[in-house]
Structure formats: structure tokens, C-alpha cells
């Protein structure tokens, strides 16, 4: 009798797996419907807009940050915000790509963490363009080979990149986006113990990034800065008694086991992208603009309080603000400023609107979304 009870027990289990599998096949069904429907709906949209010239004129980032937030708020689980993130962000970039992939150019070459930005911010439907140098990524934008850009312009532990914000003073490109990614640098290597370690490639600033941890660990190891840390990579993955402190999609890349990972001193450590584009888009609902500023005069007494103090009275938040040298006088600097706000919207509009004088020179260099930081990943 309890051989039979233990059977009927197990048949039952194996009933309600297949009930269980069942209504997962009828869901699979109906989520395709529903992403095909998606997809025919974003086609409409196409045929609406008339005949365009390029994918670029289809993409909205406006857009896509209101419907991504939503998705946020919306979202109650198991997944987590940043899986439900990435499978929205994936069917939006394919559903934009039945018109014509998104052409993206990113300082390369390919497994940098600009890459991962860009596939975090624009999904893997797009056809991405490696590029040496951040200036490469501005000409291509520019001059319309790329619809899209994307560079590095500051670190959370190391600063800002200046080469990205001097850019700006002559180049007519709008900053459309922006990306936070959460940087996790690792270990690679063939080497099976740190013994082995003699030399680590990487770049200047994932090895500053990672400088106590290499000061405990491999002190005696010699420090060699590359290009990038995917160059790292590519330096280290024929050299048993070298490593590369990169990402593990660099690992991915070129074949490069994870010896330690999480190696970075900082575990917030964070960099934030810019996306480069040729215009300015709408408000999304939750904007943040990018200004460059100077006096005329250029070195006079209480000239950065002259530009400041308008924000100020306005109580609009200023996020972050950095100097450059200016090209126009010695000694003399221009700021780049960062406020909450869209450029079309007030308080903001009209204070740039004053702001823009004899004695002031405003730029607006970009209105775009501000940056979701997904939960924390390590990739």
C-alpha cells in the first residue's frame, strides 16, 4: 500500500510539471504574439513618419527613456530591474532595426567597456563601428558615416576624460545621452596562480583603478599601459606569465580566463558615457543639460559667479561643473556645466535665454535623458 501511495504521489508531481510546462508554452506563444505585434506597430510608426533617410531619423531617446522608466516602475518581479531593462532595451533595438540597424561608432577596439555601454544603451541590433580615438568617434558622427557615438567622459575614482570635453570647442555635436556603467575589472590570465603573474597589461586608468589591489597582490609585477584594456587583452592572452586587468567580455573575446574578479578598489566605481549625436531631441520628463560657458573678458574678478549666480537664483540644480583651459587667452578657462532640466523647458529656457549677454558666452551643448544606473553587474 505505501509502494502504491509513493506512485500515485509521483504521478501526480509528474502531472503537475506537465501542467506547469504547459501554461510556459502557452505564455512563450503569447509573448511572441505580443513582440510580433510590437514590431508591426513600430513599422506603422515608420509609414507614418513618411519616407526617411536614415534609421537615425526613426529613433526617438526621449522616447525610449519614457518607456523604460516605465518599465522600471512597473516591474514587480522575480526579475530584476536591470533584467527587465535588458529584454525591453533588446526589443526595441530589434523592432528600430526592421527599418535599418543604427550605425553606433565607440572608441574601440571591440570587448572595451565602451562597448558594453553601447550595447547597454542601444541593444545588439545596431551594426557598431570600432573606432582608435575619441576624436575618430566625433568626425564620424559629424560627417554622417555614424548615426550615433559614444565615448567616455568621466570616472567615478579617476575624473573626468578632458580629451572628450576639449572636443566640444569646435565641433558642432549635440550630446543626445548619456550612460552610467558600473566597472568591474578582473584578472585575466592563463597564469593558474598569481606566482606566475610577471607583467599586467591594462590601461592607465583601470590600473590606477585597481592600484592597491595590485600593490597586495602583485607587487614584484610589472605594470604596462596600453590603448585599452581590450588591447590588454589581446597582449595577454599568448603569454602565460602575463595578465590583463579588463572586463570579462574582453575575457570573452580573446579567450582569457578569469584568474580574480572584482578587483577594483573601489566597488562603486563607475563611468559615465556620453552619447554624441547631430541634434537635440525632446524632453523625456526627466532631463539633465550639458553647458559650456565663459565670460567674454575671460580672467576677469568674479566671472564664474557671473555665470553660476543666474542658476542659482533660479534654484536649478547643478550636477557637476569642470574647468578647461581656453584657446582665446591665457590663463583664462571655460566651464563645462551640467543642470537638471531640458533647454526647452522652464526655469531653464529663460535663464539661458539672460544668460546669453556681451558679457557671457552659453553653449548648449546637449538636453538628453538622464542616465538609469542599473543594478549592479558584472560583466
Known amino acids: 500500500m505505501p509502494d502504491k501511495d509513493r506512485s500515485n504521489d509521483k504521478h501526480g508531481d509528474s502531472l503537475d510539471l506537465k501542467n506547469v510546462r504547459s501554461r510556459i508554452d502557452g505564455l ?40 523604460l522608466r516605465l518599465v522600471r516602475e512597473n ?44 550595447n547597454r544603451h542601444f541593444g545588439h541590433s545596431i551594426h557598431s563601428i570600432a573606432l582608435a580615438g575619441i576624436e575618430d568617434v566625433f568626425r564620424q558622427v559629424q560627417s554622417a558615416d555614424a548615426d550615433f557615438g559614444v565615448v567616455p567622459v568621466e570616472n567615478s575614482t579617476q575624473g573626468v576624460v578632458s580629451h572628450t570635453l576639449d572636443m566640444f570647442y569646435d565641433s558642432k555635436i549635440k550630446i543626445c545621452g548619456e550612460i552610467a556603467l558600473r566597472i568591474h575589472q578582473n584578472l ?15 590601461h592607465q ?7 592597491h589591489w595590485i600593490r597586495a597582490n602583485l607587487p614584484k609585477a610589472e605594470c604596462i599601459a596600453v590603448s585599452s584594456n581590450a588591447e590588454a587583452a589581446r597582449r595577454a592572452r599568448n603569454a602565460p606569465d602575463a595578465a590583463a586587468i579588463a572586463s570579462r567580455t574582453a575575457g570573452r573575446i580573446y579567450d582569457l580566463p578569469v584568474l580574480f574578479s572584482r578587483i577594483e578598489d573601489q566597488q562603486d566605481n563607475t563611468t ?13 520628463g526627466n532631463d539633465k543639460t550639458s553647458l559650456m560657458m565663459a565670460t567674454r573678458a575671460g580672467d576677469g574678478p568674479g566671472d564664474l559667479y557671473s555665470l553660476l549666480e543666474p542658476l542659482n ?18 590663463w583664462g578657462y571655460v566651464f563645462f556645466v551640467d543642470v537638471l532640466g531640458h533647454a526647452d523647458e522652464e526655469p531653464l529656457k529663460s535663464v539661458l535665454r539672460d544668460l546669453d549677454s556681451k558679457e557671457r558666452v552659453v553653449r548648449v551643448l546637449g538636453s538628453y535623458p538622464q542616465a538609469m544606473l542599473d543594478p549592479d553587474s558584472d560583466q
Open 313 to 330: 537664483n533660479e534654484s536649478i540644480n547643478m550636477t557637476r561643473i569642470e574647468s578647461r583651459p581656453s584657446r582665446e587667452s591665457t
Open 188 to 202: 585575466l590570465t592563463h597564469a593558474r596562480s598569481l606566482n606566475q603573474v610577471e607583467r599586467i597589461y591594462s
Open 28 to 67: 512563450d506563444r503569447e509573448i511572441q504574439r505580443l513582440i510580433s505585434e510590437r514590431a508591426s506597430l513600430a513599422l506603422d510608426v515608420g509609414q507614418a513618419k513618411g519616407k526617411l533617410a536614415n534609421a537615425v531619423d526613426y529613433y526617438r531617446p526621449d522616447r525610449e527613456a519614457q518607456v
Open 75 to 118: 516591474n514587480q518581479g522575480p526579475l530584476s530591474d536591470e533584467e527587465m531593462l535588458r529584454l525591453f532595451r533588446e526589443i526595441m533595438s530589434a523592432c528600430l532595426a526592421q527599418q535599418e540597424p543604427l550605425n553606433i561608432a565607440y572608441l574601440g577596439p571591440e570587448g572595451t567597456f565602451t562597448q558594453q555601454a553601447v
Open 205 to 211: 586608468q583601470s590600473l590606477s583603478q585597481c592600484r
Open 272 to 284: 559615465r558615457f556620453l552619447v554624441l549625436g547631430r541634434e537635440l531631441f525632446p524632453p523625456s
